[in-house]
């Protein structure tokens, strides 16, 4: 690698997931990671692999809207089918983060009950197989209000900051960066959308050359979900 | 580079850039691109060179103030020091996206009069020097109404893609997907971001291993910018 770069691989041959998989494990088989890589999860697998699937009335779309409401604490907007809510982590997205795609009929997929916790397990069971020290993000695709299109964010991580803060650091006039809080987990997890692809079943990704100030213990809801009081637009 | 691999390539040695400066020119002269690149450059770079600088006086903050809200077509939000405000082009951001960071003293640098058009130059420039078909985004660095920390955003773009739609394609299970418009504009210039590192002083960086079926002309006032009539949250 020359300096400064960073690559983006993805992990393929993963199998479908099912509850059960040890997503670790299936990773390590098929990744030649190395110390400092960052593993980016699909919420999908991981949400498979926990089990967070229920079931719906595929012909009734009264069901699936019923799972929306009951994983939101609030809902913010709605149109048509779409609902904007707030889930019990803080995730302000569609849907509650309740996903058709990619599985069985007759199901739908729920968000991971503790996102970070999930991380953290992929990482503990990737150290253990690799003896590395190694950073996970657990992705999803989210909106955003002003902007269309959807991209891919952080809803989990371990062994990594989610949030950089480089206030108070100077910039090259020696001047005091005034914002520069950069959320590299968000980052990160778009970077592997690039090449995982939604519809092409690649599952992982493995992210090399991340800054390696930025390995340390981080935290998605800790540092990335933004508190009530500092809302200005809820 | 391994099979649908991303590799993200700092542009190392850039100078301080002036009003005037082609930054074409600048940023051939440093990078040994390849086809289907796509050159990632920071709103700052291509401000300063399109002498996109105004005085202020830097003991009076009103001054500075002044600048954001005549950049402004209409103020979303205030808190304290901060304005969230909606730019001429479109775009919802703090301060109208006007900043003192990296600019002499005196001075802030505003955004391009039309960042696609800025996009489309250095594409020309790029293109007229290495004879290659090569994608450009410009970014900046934007915050997010419900996720703390900011992240690199693209403000224009030509030559890639700024949303690709892949609604009607089919999932794994041969399902439609449901909404799988992505914004790879936006993540192509978040993985950018991750080896330009804000004070370091590197304004330019080629993404080389983007999907070639994203290579077509793209706008991010046309594809990014939301239409008022579609939007819940203003």
Chains 1, 2 share one sequence.
Do not use: Y
């Not at 707030?86 to 968000?111: K, M, P, W």
């Not at 079943?201 to 800054?211: E, S, W």
């Amino acid at each position: 690698m020359s300096a400064g770069e960073l690559r983006v691989l993805p992990v393929h041959g993963m199998p479908e997931i099912h509850p059960g998989d040890v997503l670790a494990d299936l990773i390590a088989d098929r990744a030649e990671l190395e110390s400092g890589d960052v593993v980016v999860v699909t919420q999908k697998a991981v949400s498979k692999a926990e089990g967070r699937l229920v079931e719906v009335d595929p012909h009734d779309p009264r069901s699936h809207h019923g799972v929306v409401l009951s994983e939101s604490v609030r809902v913010l907007r709605r149109r048509g089918d779409l609902v904007i809510s707030e889930t019990r982590h803080g995730f302000i997205c569609a849907n509650a983060g309740v996903d058709r795609s990619n599985v069985q009929d007759g199901q739908v997929a729920l968000l991971p009950v503790d996102p970070d916790r999930s991380a953290r397990r992929i990482r503990d069971g990737l150290r253990a197989r690799s003896g590395l020290s190694l950073g996970v993000v657990v992705s999803d695709t989210f909106g955003r209000t002003w902007r269309r299109g959807l991209t891919d964010v952080a809803i989990g991580c371990a062994g990594v900051a989610a949030v950089v803060d480089l206030r108070g650091t100077l910039d090259k006039n020696g001047r005091e960066l005034a914002v520069t809080e950069i959320c590299v987990a968000d980052e990160i997890a778009g970077a592997a959308e690039l090449v995982m692809g939604k519809a092409h079943g690649i599952p992982a990704a493995v992210v090399r050359g991340v800054d390696p100030g930025w390995l340390r213990e981080g935290s998605v809801l800790n540092e990335i979900v933004r508190p009530h009081r500092e809302d200005l637009f809820r």
